[in-house]
C-alpha cells in the first residue's frame, strides 16, 4: 500500500504530525506498535496550560484530571519554596485517555490509524528509502510512502536505521520509576519536587496530583548511575513512612535529557519527540518539546509536499535548532552547573529563596533568582557558590 | 579489552520500556512485544545493565560456550 507520508508512533509527536498532514489533505497512515493507543504510560502526566491553546488541542476533560496552581520545592534538609499562582498554570492529564484522543483527532482529520502495528525495518528501492516494513498481528505489511516520520519514542530505531545519528551517552538520560498511588498530606493544588543527592541524584522525586488523595508518586535519576531507579523511590518512600501499599499503576521509562539529535533529517526521514532527544534536560518534560517540534516538522512537510520538493524538509532542522534546540541547549548547560550542587548548596539556596521577593521568583524571571542568591552573605563568602551562580546567570 | 558478554532478561521484572533499546549504541537490544537481544552486534559495554530502571539486566560470561 502506498501513502503520502507514513507515521512511526502514536504518542504526542506522532498524531500531533499525522493531524497536521491529513488536514491539509495529504494520505496518512500512523502506526504503533501498542494494542492501545497511550497504553502503558511512561509519563508523569504534568503539562503547562499553555499548549492547549498553542497547538490547538481541545480542552477536554476527559483527559484533564487535576488542573495545578503552581509547585512546591523541598530541600535535601526540609526547606521549601512554595510558588503559587492566582490561575491555573498547568494540569495533570490521563496520557491513556490523552493520546488516544490526539489519534482519534488525527483519524478524524482522515489519517488512517493501526495500532498492534510495529515497524521493523526500512524498505529500500534505487538507493532511497521508500517505506517501512512492519508486522501488523504478526502479518507482515509493506508500506510504502514519500515521507517517513520517526516520532517513535525513547527507544527509536527508525532514524537510526535511516542512519541518522541519534545516539546519546546513558549519562544523557533519566531512568525513571512511578507508582500512581493514593496518598494525603500534600497541597493537591500544587506539584511538589524533592532534590537531594542522596533523594534523587541529578534529579527529583515528584509528586503530581490526580485527585486529592491520589498522585503520580516518581522519580528520575541520571540513568549511568549504578542504583536503580526503583531503589531510590522505594527508599524515599519508606524513609518518609509513605505506606505503598494502594498502588494503582507501575510506570517505567528511560527520559532522553540532552544529546538533542543534530540532524533531524536524511532524505525523505524526519525524527521527532523523545527519538530525537527533544526533551527539557532541565525537568524532563517532553511532551510540549514533542509538541513544538512537530508543529514545525508538519509546516515543512507539507510545504515540500506541495512544491514536490523533498529538500525543503532540511528546513525543519533548520528551525527546530533556530527555535527550540538553541534554547534547549542553554536549559542543558544550567543542567549540568545544577548537577554540581551539594545538598548545603540545595538547602541554603531553597532557605534563602523562600524569604526573597516570592512574586518575582514565581513569575519565573530567573534572573532575579540568581541575583536574590548572589546578595546573600552565606554565598557571598563562598568563591566556589559565586563561581556556580556566576555560570548559571 | 572488555570482556564479551551475553545480556540477559528477567521477563518477570521487564516492563518492556525500551529505556535499554533506546540507549545501546549498537542497536542490539529490540523491545517490542517482547525484549530481544542480538549478540552479534552487542559490544559488552553493559550501558543497558545500569540503564534500566528496575535492573532487569543482567550480564552472562560467555567463556565456554561453544
Ligand atoms: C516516568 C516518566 C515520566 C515523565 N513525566 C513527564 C511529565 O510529567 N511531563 C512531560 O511533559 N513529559 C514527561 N515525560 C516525558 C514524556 O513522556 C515524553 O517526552 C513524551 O511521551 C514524548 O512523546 P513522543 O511522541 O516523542 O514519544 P512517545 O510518547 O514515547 O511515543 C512513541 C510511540 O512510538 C511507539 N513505537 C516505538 N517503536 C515503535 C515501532 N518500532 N513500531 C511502532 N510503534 C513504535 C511506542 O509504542 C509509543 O507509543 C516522562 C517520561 C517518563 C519515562
Ligand atoms: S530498560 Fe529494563 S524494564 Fe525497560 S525494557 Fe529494558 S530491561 Fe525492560
Ligand atoms: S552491553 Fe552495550 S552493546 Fe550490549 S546490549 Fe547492552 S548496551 Fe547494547
Not at chain 1, 62 to 70: A, K, L, M, Q
Not at chain 1, 205 to 217: S, Y
Not at chain 1, 244 to 260: R, T
Request: proline share 5%; glycine share 10%.
Amino acid at each position: 500500500m502506498r501513502y503520502d507520508v507514513v507515521v512511526v508512533g502514536a504518542g504526542i509527536a506522532g498524531p500531533i504530525i499525522a493531524r497536521n498532514l491529513a488536514k491539509a489533505g495529504y494520505d496518512v497512515l500512523m502506526i504503533d506498535k501498542k494494542a492501545e493507543i497511550g497504553s502503558p504510560k511512561r509519563c508523569g502526566e504534568g503539562i503547562s496550560i499553555g499548549v492547549f491553546d498553542k497547538y490547538d488541542i481541545p480542552y477536554d476533560k476527559r483527559f484533564i484530571n487535576r488542573e495545578i496552581y503552581g509547585a512546591k520545592l523541598y530541600s535535601p534538609s526540609g526547606y521549601e519554596l512554595e510558588l503559587r499562582y492566582k490561575k491555573v498554570s498547568g494540569v495533570i492529564i490521563e496520557r491513556k485517555v490523552f493520546d488516544k484522543m490526539l489519534a482519534f483527532y488525527a483519524a478524524r482529520a482522515g489519517a488512517d490509524v493501526w495500532p498492534r502495528t510495529e515497524a521493523t525495518g526500512l524498505i529500500r528501492k534505487e538507493g532511497r528509502i521508500a517505506g517501512i516494513r512492519a508486522k501488523h498481528e504478526g502479518e507482515p505489511v509493506e508500506i510504502e510512502a514519500e515521507i517517513i516520520v520517526a516520532a517513535d519514542g525513547v527507544e527509536s530505531m527508525v532514524a537510526r536505521w535511516a542512519g541518522i545519528n541519534t545516539y546519546a551517552p546513558p549519562h544523557e538520560f533519566d531512568s525513571s520509576y512511578e507508582y500512581e498511588m493514593l496518598i494525603e498530606g500534600y497541597d493537591p493544588d500544587l506539584i511538589h519536587l524533592w532534590f537531594g543527592n542522596e533523594v534523587a541524584p541529578r534529579g527529583y522525586v515528584w509528586v503530581f496530583p490526580k485527585d486529592e488523595d491520589r498522585a503520580n508518586v516518581g522519580i528520575g535519576i541520571n540513568s549511568d548511575n549504578p542504583k536503580t531507579a526503583k531503589y531510590y523511590l522505594d527508599k524515599w518512600l519508606r524513609e518518609r513512612g509513605i505506606p505503598a501499599k494502594k498502588l494503582l499503576e507501575i510506570n517505567v521509562g528511560a527520559v532522553p535529557v540532552g544529546g538533542f539529535v543534530k540532524e533531524l533529517v536524511r532524505g525523505n526521514v524526519l525524527v521527532v519527540g523523545d527519538a530525537a532527544r527533544q526533551v527539557n534536560p532541565m525537568h524532563g518534560g517532553g511532551m510540549a518539546e514533542a509538541m513544538g517540534a512537530a508543529t514545525i516538522a508538519s509546516r515543512w512537510m507539507i510545504k515540500a509536499l506541495e512544491e514536490e520538493n523533498l529538500s525543503l524538509l532540511q528546513n525543519y532542522t533548520r528551525e527546530w535548532w533556530e527555535k527550540d534546540g538553541r534554547r534547549l541547549e542553554k536549559v542543558l548547560k544550567a543542567r549540568r552547573v545544577t548537577e554540581k550542587l551539594t545538598d548545603e548548596d540545595l538547602d541554603l539556596f531553597i532557605q534563602i529563596l523562600s524569604g526573597a521577593d516570592a512574586e518575582k521568583i514565581a513569575g519565573g524571571d530567573y534572573g532575579e533568582v540568581i541575583k536574590a542568591l548572589l546578595k546573600h552573605p552565606k554565598v557571598l563568602l563562598s568563591p566556589r557558590r559565586i563561581k556556580l551562580l556566576k555560570e548559571l546567570l | 579489552m572488555v570482556e564479551k558478554v551475553k545480556i540477559v532478561v528477567d521477563d518477570d521484572r521487564c516492563y518492556l520500556c525500551g529505556g535499554c533499546a533506546g540507549m545501546c549504541p549498537t542497536l542490539a537490544i529490540n523491545v517490542g512485544p517482547k525484549w530481544e537481544f542480538f549478540i552479534d552486534k552487542c559490544i559488552s559495554c553493559k550501558i543497558c545493565i545500569t540503564a534500566c530502571p528496575v535492573g532487569a539486566l543482567k550480564a552472562v560470561p560467555l567463556e565456554g560456550e561453544p
